[in-house]
Structures are given as structure tokens and as C-alpha cells.
């Protein structure tokens, strides 16, 4: 390896002991996240924006690519912590909680408060009722419409799967302590009420009919 590797690696360790992230019991795992802050920061695509003349938002702009980045990690961590349950490692298991927490919804219920459209929706509610862990029953009030609940085996699976969805949750919260989580989870909460009505009452709307609104 050559030696200019290691003089430029002594640099940075010299840049990060200057730094505010530098604390006196900093570990070699501080500096890595240091690292990855700082090569973040040398390439946000703000740059770019301002490279060719865009007038940018980069608090918008990053809240955007953070919560993207956010749903992708999680994706990827479902996949992972449900792979013992092929058929909730998708998004089955979001529709199969919900049901457990609020029986007999109608479908068109369940997907909307699942954030799907109505298409993604419906091939979720199938391959459930197809593997067995959902049942429909005609709506007592409305004879066109149908009421889903679990099933046995999908209370079965629901318990099995618990501690695993448990954990999932856990590691995609990472290292935010209590007072952390409970804000972050107060933004989240006021940003999904916010979508959800756009979600359910501007469902044909272009974006810039969705901009006014917001305007």
C-alpha cells in the first residue's frame, strides 16, 4: 500500500480531532460516521442544482432524498428480518397487522390505510386470502361490500412473526434515544397526516393541483 495513503488517512484523523464530532472517548466508529457526514456533505446534489441554475430548497430537497433513503433501508431490513415468512417479507405484513389491530375493515379500507393504490392493494389482499390468512364475509350493512378479518392461520403467523417484526422496528429506529424517538415520531406522525389527506382527497389531482393546496 503506499505511503501517501496513510499521510492523507493522518490528515483526516487530524481534521476530525479538530472537529465538533470529536469527543475525548470517540471510537473508530465515530470516525467512520464522520467520514460518511463529510464525503455526504462534499457531494449533496445541491451542487449540482446550483451548477446549472436551479433555485433549490435544501431543507426540502434532503427531507426528500432522506425519507426515500429511509424507505429503501427498511425494504431491505423487512426482507431480511421476515425471511422465514416468504409470504409477509413484501408488504403483506403491514395488511396483516392492521387487520389485527382493526378487524373487519373493507378492503378499500385496508388499502387505504395502507397508503397503496387500489390496484397494489387488491394483489396484496389476494395473495393473502390465497395463502389462507384472511377471510371476507359480506358487510352486514352494505350486501356489495366485503369485510376482511384473520383467519386462524393468519393469527398463527401473526404470533410467529412478531419478535421478528419486533426487531425490525428496533434496528431501523438505530441509536436514537427515547426523547429522539418520540419526537421523530411526533414529525412523522403530523407529516403522514398531512399526505394522507392528500392521498385520500386529491387521488386525481396532478402535482401542481397538489402544490396549490399545499400553498
Not at 24 to 50: C, G, I, Q
Not at 79 to 85: E, S, T, V
Request: proline content about 1%.
Amino acid at each position: 500500500m503506499q505511503t501517501d495513503f496513510f499521510i492523507d488517512l493522518l490528515h483526516h484523523v487530524k481534521e476530525f480531532e479538530h472537529s465538533d464530532a470529536c469527543k475525548s472517548n470517540s471510537t473508530v466508529d465515530d470516525f467512520r460516521v464522520w467520514m460518511n457526514d463529510k464525503k455526504y456533505a462534499d457531494e449533496s446534489p445541491t451542487k449540482l442544482f446550483k451548477n446549472e441554475n436551479h433555485q433549490v430548497s435544501f431543507t426540502e430537497n434532503e427531507i426528500c432524498k432522506q425519507v426515500l433513503l429511509l424507505g429503501r433501508y427498511s425494504k431491505l431490513l423487512i426482507r431480511k428480518g421476515l425471511g422465514d415468512f416468504p409470504e409477509l417479507a413484501n408488504e403483506e405484513f403491514t395488511y396483516l397487522y392492521r387487520l389485527k389491530d382493526e378487524p373487519f375493515l373493507t378492503k378499500i379500507l385496508l388499502i387505504e390505510k395502507n397508503g397503496h393504490e387500489k390496484q397494489t392493494g387488491t394483489q396484496i389482499i389476494k395473495r393473502l386470502l390465497e395463502a389462507g390468512f384472511l377471510e371476507e364475509k359480506n358487510d352486514k350493512d352494505d350486501k356489495r361490500s366485503k369485510r376482511l378479518n384473520l383467519t386462524k392461520k393468519g393469527e398463527e403467523i401473526f404470533h410467529d412473526s412478531v419478535s421478528n417484526v419486533n426487531l425490525i422496528s428496533k434496528i431501523l429506529s438505530g441509536k436514537l434515544n427515547k426523547v429522539e424517538k418520540n419526537e421523530f415520531l411526533r414529525i412523522l406522525k403530523k407529516l403522514n397526516e398531512f399526505h394522507y389527506h392528500i392521498y385520500v382527497d386529491y387521488k386525481n389531482a396532478n402535482i401542481n393541483q397538489i402544490s396549490d393546496f399545499f400553498q
